[in-house]
């Protein structure tokens, strides 16, 4: 079950996007067919699966920078570098405890992306990647375990909801799912015990959805003006 907080950003996001696109309608456009782009994505991220990864790391940045070079049929291949944060949700554990867990990934990506009209466009990846992971808390600092480190390797899927607003420029709703290669266990936080959460949970995948928008500045030449 997600969250409801991050329910609520879904929402607000989805409201952001409405207004993004009366705008984009509302200024001329053209239908572009890029030989290459450049992309920004900030998202937020809600944790699922794992059940304690789930409960007590609340998600708030998953961001990527990359570029990517386009072949005809619509394919394209990027490569570029990500950052999430999550943060220890302290109402979510029985002892007190503050702290973060953060993530840089270099990864290579590979797509599909199609202009329907001169305004709106699809695009859907996969991004395959190396994750390096520091996990902060206070707990772990006292002990000298601070932070603690892991890497692993990591993958995303996501869909691209596009609209341009120039032949250079566009806006887009991103949705996607990924997961990393490492399991979860409270006590990489510092926590002395199991909690309430059963072992066996712990060597399930963390894995997670995100939900944010994004900015692509297009190389290439326009094909069509309105």
Known sequence: MIDSRYLLRVKTCSYILLIAAFLAFNVKAQKIEPKGTFQVELTLPGATVNQPYRDIMQGLVNSSVFYQYSFPFHLNVGAGVRYTLFTVDEFAVPSPVYGNMQTGTAFLKLGWDKFHNDRFATDFGIKVG???????????????????RFNCPSVEGALGLIL???????????????????????????????????????????????????????????????
């Open 130 to 148: 190396y994750t390096e992971g520091f996990i902060f808390t206070d707990i772990n600092k006292t002990e000298g375990f601070n932070p603690r």
């Open 164 to 226: 341009t607003a120039d032949e250079r420029n566009a806006y887009r709703l991103v949705l996607g799912y990924g997961g990393y290669g490492y399991g979860f266990d409270p006590k990489v936080l510092g926590l002395k015990s199991d909690e309430v959460y059963n072992p066996s949970d712990y060597s399930k995948l963390s894995q997670y959805f995100f939900v944010g928008f994004g900015y692509t500045f297009y190389f290439g030449q326009k094909s069509s003006t309105d």
